[in-house]
């Protein structure tokens, strides 16, 4: 890519991080590795999850050494050792971005087994157990966003643990995430210590509106196509600044505190029809973090054209579109809650998948 279009990327207020690991991109010299897009495409944070692991150890030859040594062990020890090996690798190779950033970049998320996902006690104890195995300040624990995870993300806190907050999509949610948050900060020893970001999903959300729409199929309906997921975040950073810009998180932030920025995670394109640069370009302002797939990244480095604050000034335009789905009968709120249940449970499907695989590697 030239100059110039880096030069944007590095100036852009979001954050770039990377939704994709694995011991190949660790290790790799080529342009696609995790060294070389540190150093030449302005990422500066790589997010994971059961999926992403899933797919790198099922068919990554990289990983046979380690099955073949670790026979006679247990499926889930074999995966707990390959996952936290990649994510504390990757943490090194980004350790010098975690410090020049002061621990707001530079940073490596590993999820919690998706299967504890409604279980409060075992997520915290999973969560405190992946941050003492990986042993790094700058990686992220991720938590869902489910009810029984958001007394999990304030516990975590609490101890000094920086998490990431996934599978978010609805507003509603958002506040109570941000509001979990708060109060982990709060009773935490040192709020200092301690980072977090909010994975709010974006594409799910027009893959599931837009079905409902082409159903209706009357003009107004299909005026809508893939306008619901951005309204739905740029409203979400409404509200980010109005909880962070409160009387309450003022008193957390003398204390140390920093503010927890939205991540926008699902940035692939679905829908061809749609710019395959759209979740990136129309969600940028400060503050927030946008982490895309390989194929998103490489897109916006080919072509991507950034416009500075993309939400900000828009708001009136995303209560709009909100009002045009009320109107036709859809409810974002179904749709958010379907989502949540959807998403915890393909991830444990992953897990479930990977499972298998390592289990026949070890036969």
């Not at 390959?82 to 999820?111: F, H, M, N, Q, W």
């Not at 109570?176 to 977090?196: L, N, R």
Request: with cysteine; glycine share 6%.
């Amino acid at each position: 890519m030239d100059t110039t279009r880096l030069d944007e990327l590095k100036d852009c207020p979001t954050s770039i991080w990377l939704d994709d690991l694995s011991r190949a991109k660790i290790t790799g010299t080529d342009s696609h590795s995790l060294p070389s897009r540190i150093a030449t495409s302005a990422v500066v944070g790589v997010t994971t999850n059961p999926s992403i692991f899933s797919a790198a150890i099922s068919s990554g030859s990289e990983y046979a050494k380690d099955i073949e040594l670790m026979k006679g062990s247990s499926v889930d020890d074999v995966i707990e050792k390959l996952t936290t090996d990649d994510v504390r690798a990757a943490c090194d190779l980004l350790l010098p971005i975690y410090k020049s950033s002061k621990g707001v970049d530079g940073r490596v998320s590993i999820e919690v087994d998706p299967r504890l996902a409604n279980d409060t006690q075992a997520t915290i104890s999973a969560g405190q157990k992946l941050w003492k195995i990986i042993d790094r300040e700058n990686v992220m624990i991720k938590v869902p966003a489910t009810l029984q995870g958001l007394p999990a993300i304030t516990a975590l806190l609490s101890h000094g643990i920086s998490v990431n907050v996934t599978l978010i999509f609805s507003i509603k949610r958002y506040g109570q995430v941000i509001d979990a948050y708060m109060k982990g900060v709060e009773e935490c020893s040192d709020p200092s210590k301690v980072h977090s970001v909010a994975s709010f999903f974006i594409s799910r959300i027009d893959s599931a509106i837009d079905a409902q729409l082409k159903g209706i199929g009357t003009p107004e309906a299909l005026q809508l196509l893939g306008k619901a997921a951005i309204a739905n975040a740029h409203l979400a950073y409404q509200l980010f600044e109005e909880k962070f810009n409160s009387p309450r998180w003022a008193s957390i932030a003398a204390k140390g505190g920093h503010k927890q920025r939205p991540l926008w995670a699902s940035t692939g394109v679905k829908d061809p029809s749609y710019s395959d640069t759209t979740y990136v370009v129309e969600l940028v302002a400060p503050d927030t973090v946008n982490t895309m797939p390989q194929s998103t990244l490489d897109a916006l480095l080919d072509h991507g054209v950034l416009r500075g604050d993309t939400i900000t000034s828009r708001y009136p335009d995303a209560v709009n579109v909100l009002r045009g789905l009320s109107e036709l009968a859809i409810s974002l709120d179904d749709v958010t809650g379907e989502l949540e249940i959807d998403g915890v449970k393909k991830f444990a499907q992953a897990w479930n998948e990977l499972q298998i695989n390592v289990k026949n590697a070890l036969q």
